[in-house]
């Protein structure tokens, strides 16, 4: 029998692993932006995805934010999401009274983990919004298995509680970082007249 290749820091057994079924990712954009900020790392969003997924059917993956309709490299980035396998669920900012944007998606995720519930047999939610674990214990109750990956000092106790697994970000943190661009470097081209004949 094959063993299931785990990516570095993924914790659990290749058994768990080989028994997630179709599974639908549900990512809360603002609350991975600031772990990758805490990380010191960039997300590389393909990669994010093939590791969440881990060789398992995926049905869907969700990512959550706030938008700036202004912000033109915000706007193409989302395109490049939804281009790219995610379906990206937006929601205007609203400005604070202390100045701050902020747009909270708790609702719409904890909504799409329960009206998709049938269809998938586990979630991967990457958030650790407490706010959230009430509709984790609910799709829970339904047989969905639920994963909760985030950083576990942005992770609150009662979501880590009511999930059938937690992951540490900080543990994929190599997995999903995006790799710094090499210079461009030009090569010298050699002229096809110049290689010599046998």
């Not at 900020?37 to 995926?58: M, P, V």
């Not at 298995?145 to 609150?156: D, F, I, K, N």
Request: contains cysteine; charged residues 20%; aromatic residues 8%.
């Amino acid at each position: 029998m094959a063993s299931v290749q785990e990516p570095p820091g993924y914790s659990g057994s290749a058994s768990i692993l080989e028994n997630r079924g179709r599974i639908a990712i549900f990512i809360d954009g603002s609350n991975l932006f600031y772990a990758a900020l805490q990380l010191g790392i960039e997300i590389d969003y393909t990669k994010l995805l093939a590791c969440l997924t881990n060789g398992s059917r995926l049905l869907r993956s969700f990512f959550y934010t706030g938008v700036d309709r202004s912000n033109e490299k915000q706007q193409g980035f989302l395109l490049w999401m939804r281009r790219n396998g995610y379906r990206v669920v937006a929601k205007d900012l609203i400005q604070l009274p202390d100045g701050t944007k902020k747009a909270n998606l708790d609702v719409e995720i904890a909504v799409d983990m329960l009206a998709l519930a049938g269809t998938y047999d586990t979630a991967v939610l990457v958030s650790g919004d407490g706010d959230l674990a009430y509709a984790v214990e609910v799709v829970g109750y339904r047989g969905v298995r639920v994963e909760v990956v985030s950083l576990r000092s942005m992770t609150s106790d009662n979501l880590i509680n009511v999930a059938d697994r937690y992951i540490d970000l900080e543990s994929l943190k190599a997995s999903i970082q995006k790799l710094p661009r090499q210079p461009y470097s030009r090569s010298v081209a050699v002229p096809p007249e110049s290689y010599s004949q046998p």
